[in-house]
């Protein structure tokens, strides 16, 4: 629940030009799924959990890193346009 | 040992807090995603120690798919352009669902006892997951230009509201079957959540997609969150229903940018919510 909240208040006033890079932001913070997705393959038995579990750590790692790159690549923008200033 | 890992958890999970907070400003905004991006790096070098991890051909699996997963998505990441941002950020979105799908699909095959509770919470982290998964697939695929045409046809509310009902009665039949769960009873239950997000999808229009992805975004987040609640895992429970609750508030916010409410961009032509949105 303070979690919750503590999305709330984190959202509640962003300027607009913001949005994208910070639904970008939360994306990469999301890739947290990572973590949750090794311990999963690590504790795979079977070779159909380990299946499931690796291809789950393929696609956690794209989240992670992918939303990286996205997000540093968007305010890296942001950077350019405020040294100018 | 588990002491250790809980505090690089917590930290990593205070990180992510600070990171977003700093995003939501533009002048701290750069900053931001460095701290999170610190956050994510000991969270997971830290799994690498968890007891639970265990078994050499695991180990090798897990960096393998590290490997994999990351320097694809590496190399797509830096190698987009601008304008295509968007549908990359949908595109790693429904990865991290797709991940969190996988997480509850192997709780849930797993031999050892979950308690009913568990159980459902993994059913309704691997709905949410796979439909994220699957939506933000489509919406990508959409804002690609793979998908030119907003696929409508008469009933498909009532057929949309048949695959989501189907998904849910089998999801509580799981949730109640107790440590063995039927194999091919999962295999369907997984398709019928992975075409609802298909479905739910496919008739909004391009120009609504960004508001869409955001959605997803949340559902991603708020069944990340479940998933930590499954693994008892405190940085996914904490980071997961962060995203899930500021990304509902900004599709919200992204919504009313556009001046529709966001029951208009998704009910228009549709006539039946994820259910999951509200965190």
Redesign the interface.
Same mark, same amino acid.
């Given at each position: 629940m303070l979690?919750?909240?503590?999305?709330?208040e984190?959202?509640?006033?962003?300027?607009?030009?913001?949005? /994208?890079?910070?639904?970008?932001?939360?994306? $990469? +913070?999301?890739? =947290?799924?990572?973590? @949750?997705?090794? *311990?999963?393959?690590?504790?795979?038995? /079977?070779t159909?959990?380990?299946w499931?579990? $690796? +291809?789950?750590? =393929?696609?956690?790692? @794209?989240?992670? *890193?992918?939303?990286?790159?996205?997000?540093?690549?968007?305010?890296?923008?942001?950077?350019s346009s405020?040294g100018a200033k | 040992m588990g002491f250790i890992i809980n505090v690089a958890y917590f930290a990593a999970a205070v990180l992510f807090i600070v990171g977003l907070k700093q995003m939501a400003s533009p002048v701290t905004a750069r900053r931001g995603i460095i701290w999170a991006g610190w956050g994510m790096v000991i969270a997971t070098v830290v799994t690498f120690l968890h007891p639970e991890v265990r078994g050499f051909i695991n180990y090798l699996l897990i960096i393998l798919g590290i490997g994999i997963g990351g320097g694809l998505a590496w190399y797509t990441g830096k190698r987009v352009a601008m304008t295509d941002m968007p549908q990359m950020i949908a595109l790693y979105n429904g990865m991290g669902g797709g991940a969190a799908a996988g997480i509850g699909i192997v709780a849930l095959m797993g031999s050892y006892e979950l308690s009913w509770t568990i159980q459902f919470i993994a059913v309704l982290g691997v709905i949410i997951g796979a439909v994220a998964f699957s939506g933000s697939l489509i919406a990508f695929a959409k804002l690609q230009g793979l998908i030119t045409k907003s696929l409508r046809f008469d009933m498909q509310q009532k057929i949309n509201l048949g695959v989501l009902g189907a998904t849910v009665l089998l999801g509580i039949i799981i949730s109640f079957s107790g440590a063995q769960v039927n194999g091919a009873l999962l295999t369907v239950f997984l398709l019928l959540a992975l075409a609802f997000g298909i479905l739910m999808t496919l008739p909004i229009g391009g120009a609504d997609m960004p508001v869409v992805i955001s959605l997803y975004n949340a559902l991603t987040g708020l069944a990340v969150g479940l998933k930590g609640l499954v693994l008892d895992n405190a940085a996914l429970m904490i980071a997961g229903i962060v995203v899930g609750a500021a990304g509902t508030l900004l599709t919200q916010l992204m919504a009313k940018a556009m001046n529709r409410p966001i029951s208009n961009v998704l009910f228009s032509h549709f006539g039946e919510s994820s259910g999951g949105d509200q965190s």
């Amino acid at each position: 629940m303070l979690a919750a909240f503590t999305g709330y208040e984190v959202i509640s006033k962003v300027p607009v030009i913001l949005h /994208t890079p910070l639904m970008s932001g939360s994306n $990469f +913070i999301h890739g =947290i799924v990572l973590v @949750g997705t090794m *311990v999963a393959l690590g504790h795979a038995e /079977t070779t159909a959990q380990m299946w499931v579990g $690796f +291809i789950a750590v =393929i696609l956690a790692a @794209g989240n992670a *890193v992918g939303g990286y790159v996205v997000t540093e690549r968007m305010l890296e923008m942001f950077k350019s346009s405020k040294g100018a200033k | 040992m588990g002491f250790i890992i809980n505090v690089a958890y917590f930290a990593a999970a205070v990180l992510f807090i600070v990171g977003l907070k700093q995003m939501a400003s533009p002048v701290t905004a750069r900053r931001g995603i460095i701290w999170a991006g610190w956050g994510m790096v000991i969270a997971t070098v830290v799994t690498f120690l968890h007891p639970e991890v265990r078994g050499f051909i695991n180990y090798l699996l897990i960096i393998l798919g590290i490997g994999i997963g990351g320097g694809l998505a590496w190399y797509t990441g830096k190698r987009v352009a601008m304008t295509d941002m968007p549908q990359m950020i949908a595109l790693y979105n429904g990865m991290g669902g797709g991940a969190a799908a996988g997480i509850g699909i192997v709780a849930l095959m797993g031999s050892y006892e979950l308690s009913w509770t568990i159980q459902f919470i993994a059913v309704l982290g691997v709905i949410i997951g796979a439909v994220a998964f699957s939506g933000s697939l489509i919406a990508f695929a959409k804002l690609q230009g793979l998908i030119t045409k907003s696929l409508r046809f008469d009933m498909q509310q009532k057929i949309n509201l048949g695959v989501l009902g189907a998904t849910v009665l089998l999801g509580i039949i799981i949730s109640f079957s107790g440590a063995q769960v039927n194999g091919a009873l999962l295999t369907v239950f997984l398709l019928l959540a992975l075409a609802f997000g298909i479905l739910m999808t496919l008739p909004i229009g391009g120009a609504d997609m960004p508001v869409v992805i955001s959605l997803y975004n949340a559902l991603t987040g708020l069944a990340v969150g479940l998933k930590g609640l499954v693994l008892d895992n405190a940085a996914l429970m904490i980071a997961g229903i962060v995203v899930g609750a500021a990304g509902t508030l900004l599709t919200q916010l992204m919504a009313k940018a556009m001046n529709r409410p966001i029951s208009n961009v998704l009910f228009s032509h549709f006539g039946e919510s994820s259910g999951g949105d509200q965190s």
